[in-house]
């Protein structure tokens, strides 16, 4: 169970990129974060692991609070939170299994790592995993050569190594088309029921989190504005949907 | 509208006077401070190098003969522009009235004023003092630079004029214009631009630069080879001795036959007198036709040497390889003891032509082996730069120190071990070094071992000790940490304050007060700054107190990057000079400027490249849980190991160009070489290392080239 308290992030530059962020994601759901761009949806995920410091508040996750630990304890967190980005991030000179098996950086002992040394067992998991992907021929492929969506699979399976017991999904499908979203969502909501891994999302289409989402939660600058399931969504009315998006927003999608 | 009136105002001519009298000072009433006070400075700084350059002429130059000479020229020239100014004005007034017309005829002012400064130049000089002070100075170059002086002048009165009447400010470019025309005519006789003289001596150039251009035939030994043949001659000839048997034709070798084979010597008194010997008749055959051969006496010690006085010692060979020649009997002085008949030897000599051997020549071997040595200098300082510049750039990129962020009080307890831990590893290399034969006796294992000790023992020190701190501030009260951080900053910050205070003093003070003074006051300075600097850092500490964060990496990475752009700023041959006087002339102090150069250079590109990757992948690296040396290898070295090595190849390239240079001032390799040949007038060697130079540079250029075409 995650619980994210008073989370608040000032960036060196003055910007207010979150305010006092209270939420509380249980188990095995299938949580979306929406709002527009700038809303501090990247700065929450990525707080959650500690990529972005917080200011203030407290992140309880399974009871202990990731923001109190320490750089050795926040890689032993790290390792069991999988994360995929919206430009996959991969290393694109790379092989797909060198991407891959990168995921398994945090179980490996470092001098290992330097000379490119895995355990046997990681290697095998490491082809599972492609081939759950359905990309199971490419992994000695350069990871540049592969499209957009093939990429993004590499970056699930990378997360997948971790054998994580949550992803946190940085705008996962913002740079692929929509067929290709629903294929990469459809693998994250694989894992998600078949492994029982929380998933934290940030998505634009609201068509796409009424799909997938059990529970959804809006930022609008900075600030909490919406709380609810899916079914809500459906069900938002249009001044609630303005409040989450502005006063601009049109409804797209839904 | 406000165009008709700027049309309608009339120039100011209290401020062009002003500015007349004092260059820029109407434009500066005018509120015009900055652009008053520039041309102020220009027209003093234009003048003074003016009179300077023309007092240049004179051995021993006087400068108030110049500042003279220099200004009647200008005032010659400004009446001359002012002539020609009213000129201009009374043409315009009643003559040209449109526009275009009036804007010809200001162009027309310029041409006309410069025409006339050349035609009228020599009265201009002869006018501007005597002909002793004329001969002091560079009068053309003079009248040049004043002209230009005066057009100066009066475009910033002019300029001051229309300021003044607050008419739109004025385009610079003219005053630029004239000023870049007044540097150009100084620089050209500063830099003593001789056009005859290039022409006139390129005649004489071309016979060494011929010997330059095309040097290999001294890249090559060659034998001359020589034909000799003898025949003997009994001196003195007593009565009825007939001598050694005459030599006889030979069929396919050169011979002579002498006739007779026996006479007297001649006789040399010490009245001067000559009593010519005996003649003989030398006939010659089969040398090479047309060659000359020369003709040697051997006296019956055995030391042959050129008779002279009696008769044609060089003789030209006809075009059949025979001669026909008659000479008397030389002198030569023989011991007392040896008195009697004796037996002498007529021998001629042919230099037959020189002889290609196929052998290279000793200058040929030495310009190989400098260019080998110089290849090599530039790769072993390529090597030893990548070595250290890769771990250096990492410390000098800014996205990967920048948020290395600790505490002050992590920083304290990290120095407050980590020195004593290098004492300890100083220690030990000393004690491990000792048993196998010190500094002298195992360079390489000593070298090891102190890298090794100060890495590990250091890293060791400055964890624990900020593991310490860290703990002592988790279960101590806050007071003791603060404190303990506050003491080792204080401590730190006086002993540089104690270093900074003797710099001063040393440095600074000695410099007006003299060594003598300062040495005296150097210990008061030394504790002055180490009062200021300790107390300083130690309130700063304490006041920041134990949770306050200081970014190090930030700090490393500034003062790595400071250090570098200093190393790199100093050229590759000032470093070869410190090498020079470090190690002695050679390749080694070679390598060492190189590297030194190549270090910063290289550290430069590096960490350049590593600051351009892309931050997605050390983002995602990182959030699997990998530590920073992972994320690095994974992360950072993929995306940084084309730029890396493309970067090395090209440094290798300019290092083995730039070791030929450095060979020059004394740092090994071929330049070394050169330089001496160059220095001896030796043009053919020279030569063959200049194509040596030129051939490796080209090919080092293709390969690396090629090489880097590959891996971007």
Redesign the interface.
């Given at each position: 169970m995650l619980q994210v308290e008073h989370l608040t992030k000032i960036y060196p530059d003055g910007t207010v990129a979150l305010r006092d962020v209270n939420f509380t994601v249980e188990e095995g759901e299938f949580l979306v974060i929406i709002g527009l761009s700038g809303s501090g949806k990247s700065t929450l995920l990525r707080c959650i692991n500690r990529l972005v410091e917080p200011t203030e508040g407290r992140i309880l996750w399974n009871g202990r609070d990731i923001t109190q630990a320490n750089q050795a304890e926040l890689r032993m967190i790290r390792r069991e939170i999988g994360m995929i980005f919206q430009h996959f991030n991969l290393v694109r000179r790379s092989s797909v299994m060198t991407n891959v098996l990168s995921g398994r950086l945090g179980y490996t002992p470092p001098a290992w790592s330097l000379v490119n040394r895995y355990r046997r067992a990681d290697r095998q998991r490491a082809v599972q995993a492609l081939a759950r992907v359905g990309i199971p021929d490419k992994a000695q492929n350069r990871a540049d050569q592969l499209s957009g969506g093939q990429q993004q699979r590499v970056g699930i399976a990378r997360a997948l190594m971790q054998e994580p017991k949550m992803i946190l999904a940085d705008e996962p499908v913002a740079s692929l088309d929509p067929v290709l979203a629903h294929s990469i969502l459809g693998y994250l909501e694989k894992i998600n029921q078949e492994d029982n891994v929380t998933i934290l999302c940030s998505l634009h289409f609201l068509d796409l989190v009424q799909r997938y989402a059990s529970k959804v939660i809006g930022l609008r600058e900075g600030r909490l504005v919406f709380e609810g399931d899916s079914e809500d969504i459906r069900q938002m009315s249009d001044e609630r949907f303005r409040e989450i998006y502005g006063e601009e927003a049109e409804r797209l999608g839904a | 509208m406000s165009d008709y009136q700027s049309t309608e105002k009339r120039p100011s001519l209290i401020h062009g006077l002003l500015s007349f009298i004092l260059p820029g000072l109407g434009q500066m009433i005018a509120g015009q401070w900055a652009r008053g006070i520039s041309l102020l400075i220009s027209v003093i700084v234009l003048g003074f190098l003016s009179i300077w350059t023309i007092a240049q002429r004179a051995r021993f130059p006087d400068y108030e003969v110049s500042t003279r000479v220099f200004i009647l020229l200008l005032l010659q020239a400004g009446a001359l522009l002012v002539f020609l100014i009213a000129l201009r004005y009374l043409l315009g007034r009643f003559f040209i009235k449109d526009v275009s017309g009036q804007a010809l005829t200001q162009v027309g002012l310029g041409i006309f004023y410069v025409l006339t400064l050349l035609l009228v130049a020599d009265s201009l000089i002869a006018a501007a003092g005597s002909a002793s002070d004329i001969s002091q100075v560079f009068g053309s170059t003079g009248v040049l630079a004043a002209g230009a002086l005066a057009a100066f002048w009066f475009w910033q009165a002019s300029d001051a004029a229309r300021i003044g009447a607050d008419i739109a400010v004025p385009s610079m470019i003219p005053a630029v214009l004239i000023a870049c025309v007044l540097i150009f005519v100084l620089g050209w006789n500063i830099t003593k631009i001789d056009l005859p003289k290039a022409v006139r001596e390129y005649r004489d150039t071309q016979v060494i630069l011929r010997r330059i251009v095309w040097p290999w035939q001294s890249a090559f030994e060659y034998e001359t080879q020589a034909v000799e043949v003898s025949a003997k001659i009994q001196a003195p000839c007593p009565e009825g001795a007939e001598g050694p048997p005459a030599n006889q034709p030979q069929e396919d070798e050169a011979y002579i036959i002498v006739t007779p084979t026996c006479g007297e010597l001649t006789e040399r008194t010490l009245t001067g007198s000559i009593e010519l010997g005996t003649e003989l008749s030398i006939v010659g055959g089969n040398f090479a036709p047309g060659s000359t051969v020369e003709i040697l006496w051997k006296n019956p010690i055995g030391n042959p040497f050129r008779p002279r006085g009696v008769g044609e010692t060089t003789i030209q060979v006809g075009p059949d390889g025979s001669f026909v020649t008659n000479l008397n009997i030389p002198s030569a002085v023989i011991p007392d003891t040896a008195a009697g008949a004796q037996i002498h030897t007529l021998i001629v000599r042919q230099e037959s032509a020189v002889v290609f051997t196929g052998n290279l020549s000793r200058e040929m071997n030495l310009a190989l082996v400098g260019m080998l040595e110089t290849i090599m200098l530039g790769l072993m300082a390529t090597f030893f730069g990548i070595i250290l510049a890769v771990p250096i750039s990492f410390l000098a990129a800014r996205n990967l120190m920048s948020p290395i962020v600790t505490t002050l009080s992590g920083v304290a307890g990290g120095l407050l071990l980590m020195v004593p831990a290098l004492w300890l590893a100083f220690i030990g290399t000393n004690q491990i070094s000792g048993r196998i034969g010190g500094l002298e006796g195992a360079p390489l294992v000593t070298a090891s071992t102190a890298i090794l000790l100060v890495a590990a023992l250091g890293t060791l020190g400055w964890r624990t000790g900020s593991w310490g701190m860290r703990t002592l501030g988790e279960r101590a009260p806050d007071i003791l940490s603060r404190v303990v951080t506050a003491l080792v900053f204080g401590i730190l910050g006086a002993a540089l304050g104690y270093g900074l205070g003797t710099g001063f003093s040393r440095g600074i003070l000695s410099i007006p007060l003299g060594p003598e003074a300062a040495a005296q006051l150097e210990t008061r300075t030394a504790i002055a700054g180490a009062i200021l600097l300790g107390t300083l850092s130690l309130v700063y500490a304490y006041r920041q107190g134990v949770h306050g964060e200081i970014s190090i990496g930030i700090v490393v990475y500034a003062i790595v990057r400071t250090l570098m752009n200093i190393i790199r700023s100093i050229e590759p041959l000032i470093w070869a000079l410190v090498g020079i006087i470090w190690i002695g002339p050679g390749p080694f102090a070679g390598t060492i400027a190189l590297t030194i150069h190549t270090v910063a250079a290289l550290g430069k590109l590096y960490s350049e490249s590593i600051e351009s990757i892309?931050p997605?992948?050390i983002?995602?690296?990182?959030?699997?849980?990998?530590?920073r040396?992972?994320t690095i290898?994974?992360?950072v070295v993929?995306?940084v190991?084309?730029p890396f090595i493309s970067f090395t190849i090209y440094r290798w390239d300019i290092n083995v160009r730039l070791s030929t240079i450095i060979g020059l001032v004394g740092g090994g390799g071929i330049g070394f070489i050169l330089i001496q040949w160059i220095r001896q007038f030796q043009y053919e060697p020279a030569g063959i290392a200049v194509w040596l130079i030129t051939i490796t540079v080209a090919a080092l250029d293709y390969i690396s080239s090629e090489i880097r075409e590959r891996f971007v």
């Open positions: - | 892309d997605g992948p983002e995602a690296i990182q959030a699997t849980g990998a530590n040396i992972q290898m994974y992360a993929p995306q190991l084309p």
